[in-house]
C-alpha cells in the first residue's frame, strides 16, 4: 500500500489483467458487473484482498471455483480455496451489482458519477474501487477489457481501442481493450448523449488515432480550441519522444468540471472548459502531456506526484514557447516570483497527502525542471525527457530514478544534481533559478 493511501492495495499480488463486463442504465444508476482479475501473487497466499466501495458482492470465484470471501469498509478479503506459492497466477472472478457514487476521501468525491445525464468517473487518486474490484495502488499496473452496456442514445467511452459496438433489445453494448499497462486511477468509463469526431493527429510514419467526443452543440467550439492538438502532438514528441498510445481521446461532457481529467489515453473537459476562443489551451496542453508522464511513465508511490504535475506543467510552458508566446524562461521567472511570497511550507518531493494536489507542487515541480534545464543545457536537458520517457514506457518511476537518469546522461561524478534537486525537491525554501547559461 503507499504511503498516503494506507488503506488503498494490497502488495501481496499484483494484477495482471482487468476484465470487466459492465450494465449500466443512465435512468436509475444502477451498475451490474462481473470483474474477472488475472492476479500474480507476489508472497505465499491463503487469501488476497481487492478494494470495492459501495457495492454489493454477489459471489467471488478463484480459477472456477466458489470462493469464500468478506466484504467491509470498501475491502473484499477473497479466502483461496488451497494456499497459493509466490508467482502463482489466479483468475478471480466476482459478481457484484448496485448504485454507484463517489466515495468521501481527503481529497474530496472521488470515482463514478452521475452527471444530468450520463456518467464520469474522476478516480486520482483513490476513486477506482466505485465502479470495478481492484487493487488500488498506483504502481499495479495492469491491461483492460472493459464492456459496457447502456441505454440506446448514449455514448461509451473507455480506455483502448473500441473493438465491437452491438446493439441488442435497446441496449448497445461497447467493448474497450487497452492492452499498455495501466493504474487503477487512469481507467475510465465516460458515458453521454455525445457525437464523436475523428482528428488526424501525429504524423504519417507515426500516426495518433484522435477523437474528439462531445455534446452535438458543443462540438463548433470544440472543434475550435482543440484544433491546436495536432501541433501540440507533434511539440511533445520532439521533445519527449514517441506518443506512448496508438490513439488520444478527448471528451467534453455537457455539464461543468471544476477541473480537467486525464485518463490513460484520454483526457475530460467539462461544457467551461471549451469556450471557443481557445481560453484553456494551457489546460490541453497539460492534459496531453500527462499520457508521457504519469500514464505512461507511472508513479511508484503518490508522494512523488510531482513527477506526473510537474513535468505537466513544464509542457504547457514548452508549448507556449514553442507556439511563439511566451517563453519557458520567461515563465519560470514570473511563476518564481508568485512563489516567493508565502507561505513557504511544502517540501515538493514529499508534500504528503493533505497538500499533493496544492498548485505549488505542480509550479515548484516545473521550476525544478527549468533550474536542470538551465543548468545543464538543452542538448542535454531534452535528451533526458526522452530517455526517461523510453526507458521507463508503461512502468513505474521515483524521484530517484530520475536523479540517477540525469547523473547518467550528463555524465555528472560530484553531487552537484544531487544538491540542485535536494534544494527545489527537499525543503521549504524557495531556491534561486540558477542563472541563464546554455539552457536558456
Not at 359 to 384: C, M, P, Q, S
Request: glycine content about 8%; charged content about 20%; proline content about 6%.
Amino acid at each position: 500500500m503507499t504511503s498516503y493511501a494506507p488503506g488503498s492495495g494490497d502488495e501481496t499480488w499484483s494484477a495482471e489483467s482487468y476484465d470487466l463486463e459492465l450494465a449500466y442504465r443512465v435512468a436509475t444508476n444502477r451498475l451490474d458487473g462481473t470483474a474477472t482479475v488475472t492476479a500474480v501473487a507476489a508472497t505465499r497466499l491463503r487469501s488476497l484482498q481487492l478494494d470495492l466501495v459501495g457495492l454489493r458482492v454477489e459471489k467471488v470465484r478463484v480459477d472456477g471455483a466458489r470462493a469464500r470471501s468478506r466484504h467491509t469498509a470498501g475491502k473484499l478479503t477473497v479466502t483461496l480455496p488451497e494456499p497459493v506459492e509466490a508467482g502463482a497466477r489466479l483468475v478471480v472472478r466476482v459478481d457484484y451489482s448496485g448504485t454507484p457514487a463517489p466515495r468521501q476521501s481527503p481529497w474530496g468525491e472521488l470515482g463514478w458519477e452521475e452527471l444530468d445525464d450520463g456518467v464520469i468517473v474522476a478516480a486520482q487518486p483513490t476513486g477506482a474501487p466505485t465502479w470495478f474490484p481492484c487493487n488500488d495502488r498506483p504502481a499495479d499496473k495492469a491491461s483492460y477489457r472493459i464492456s459496457v452496456s447502456a441505454e440506446h442514445g448514449y455514448t461509451v467511452v473507455c480506455n483502448g481501442e473500441l473493438t465491437d459496438r452491438r446493439t441488442t433489445a435497446g441496449k448497445v453494448t461497447w467493448t474497450y481493450v487497452q492492452p499498455e499497462p495501466t493504474s487503477t486511477y487512469l481507467a475510465t468509463v465516460q458515458i453521454g448523449r455525445y457525437e464523436t469526431v475523428p482528428v488526424a493527429l501525429g504524423t504519417e510514419a507515426a500516426p495518433v488515432a484522435g477523437l474528439i467526443v462531445a455534446p452535438p452543440e458543443l462540438h463548433d467550439r470544440a472543434a475550435h480550441d482543440f484544433a491546436p492538438l495536432d501541433r501540440m502532438v507533434s511539440c511533445f514528441v520532439d521533445a519527449f519522444g514517441p506518443y506512448p498510445f496508438p490513439g488520444y481521446t478527448v471528451v467534453v461532457t455537457a455539464d461543468e468540471l471544476e477541473i480537467p481529467l486525464e485518463a490513460q489515453g484520454a483526457a475530460v473537459f467539462g461544457a467551461n472548459h471549451v469556450d471557443g476562443r481557445s481560453g484553456t489551451e494551457r489546460l490541453i496542453a497539460h492534459e496531453l502531456a500527462h499520457q508521457w508522464f504519469g500514464n505512461s511513465v507511472g508513479l511508484a508511490d503518490w508522494r512523488d506526484i510531482w513527477l506526473n504535475e510537474g513535468f505537466a506543467c513544464y509542457a504547457e510552458w514548452l508549448w507556449s514557447e514553442h507556439d511563439g508566446g511566451t517563453t519557458a524562461h520567461a515563465h519560470a521567472q514570473r511563476t518564481r516570483l508568485r512563489l516567493a511570497l508565502p507561505p513557504h511550507d511544502i517540501v515538493v518531493g514529499d508534500p504528503g497527502p493533505d497538500a499533493m494536489f496544492d498548485d505549488r507542487v505542480y509550479k515548484r515541480g516545473a521550476l525544478t525542471l527549468h533550474a536542470l534545464r538551465l543548468t545543464i543545457g538543452d542538448e542535454a536537458f531534452f535528451t533526458v525527457l526522452r530517455e526517461w520517457t523510453a526507458r521507463h514506457r508503461h512502468g513505474v518511476v521515483s524521484t530517484d530514478d530520475f536523479v540517477e537518469l540525469c547523473d547518467e546522461v550528463t555524465d555528472t561524478t560530484d553531487d552537484s544534481l544531487a544538491l540542485l534537486f535536494a534544494a527545489w525537491l527537499d525543503e521549504t525554501a524557495l531556491p534561486t533559478l540558477p542563472r541563464r547559461g546554455a539552457g536558456g
